[in-house]
């Protein structure tokens, strides 16, 4: 409702609507288990709606038998290499090629309208370090979202601190790759929290290059060795993928992400 519905009832930028009366709404929800958010859309939307999820197989994978708004027909799973069979396992390349292939072949090679992720993990006695422990979970679901929403499309996705130069990189990287970006956080997030939102609106025509630079990111960082919960065992990282001097001069960008971060602390 804060963004007039852009989500469940998207429009270009001339306010004209996104989908027509005869076509579906095409979303995917990532790292997404058990499926709130894409419960949520279909509450909406009814059969009028088509998701495609991806989330780590576990404890914490969809809940589809709970899922009582829409169809069954309205959502799919998919896990990557295998499909219903893989892992999904957000950091692999290769599950992010096989859900960009099934996700493009199911939507008339465009993509879908908008990309919704939440991913976290339990960080417990290690809250003030969670960023640092998302870095590669927050480039992934950005990196997911530039292959899949098409353009003109939409994207959400749960984030903690932004501090690190590393994660003001990826809100830069999104500043350019969408018309439009910003951070909120919503009443209904516990102000004790971190939790954030980014919202991206509008992707721009000309974001591939960005996405195919934070697959080549994700690539380096998957040969140093990060597991699932941001643990590593080598001595080099990467801290930073933009430059501080190009992130300056975008006075309009740099004052944002600082009047954000003092706003929200």
């Known amino acids: 409702a804060v963004f007039d519905f852009m989500f469940s009832e998207p429009k270009s930028p001339d306010f004209t609507p996104m989908v027509n009366k005869n076509e579906l709404l095409y979303f995917a929800d990532v790292c997404a288990g058990p499926g709130g958010f894409s ?3 279909l509450w909406r939307k009814q059969w009028r709606a088509k998701g ?14 709970d899922f009582f708004a829409g169809p069954p027909e309205s959502f799919e799973t998919h896990y990557g290499v295998n499909g ?4 999904g396992n957000v ?6 090629k096989e859900f960009k292939r099934h996700v ?33 979970l927050y ?14 499309g939409h994207f959400v996705c749960k984030l903690f601190d932004i501090f690190t130069p590393f994660s003001v990189g990826l809100i830069y990287l999104m500043y350019r790759a969408f018309e ?3 951070i909120h956080k919503p009443n209904t997030s516990r102000p004790a929290n971190s939790e954030r939102y980014i919202i991206c609106k509008w992707k ?14 994700n690539c380096s960082l998957n040969e140093l060795g990060f597991d699932k919960l941001g643990g590593v065992k080598s001595k080099i990282d990467i801290n930073q993928i933009v430059p501080n001097e190009i992130i300056m001069q975008d006075s309009a960008f740099y004052n944002y992400i600082r009047n954000s971060n003092n706003l929200c602390g």
Do not use: W
């Open 84 to 87: 219903v069979d893989g892992d």
């Open 39 to 41: 419960e949520y859309i």
């Open 52 to 65: 495609f999820g991806f989330t780590l197989k576990g404890p914490n994978d969809f809940k589809l038998e």
């Open 139 to 152: 480039l992934c679901q950005f990196m997911f979202a530039l292959h899949v929403v098409r353009p003109g």
């Open 91 to 96: 950091f692999d390349e290769n599950n992010l």
């Open 104 to 136: 493009l072949d199911n939507t008339d090679g465009l993509g879908v309208h908008f990309m919704m992720a939440d991913g976290g993990f339990t960080v417990e006695g290690q809250e003030n370090i969670q960023e640092i422990l998302s870095k590669q």
């Open 204 to 217: 721009r025509q000309d974001a591939k290059a960005i996405a195919n630079y934070l697959f080549e990111i």
């Open 180 to 182: 439009r970006v910003c």
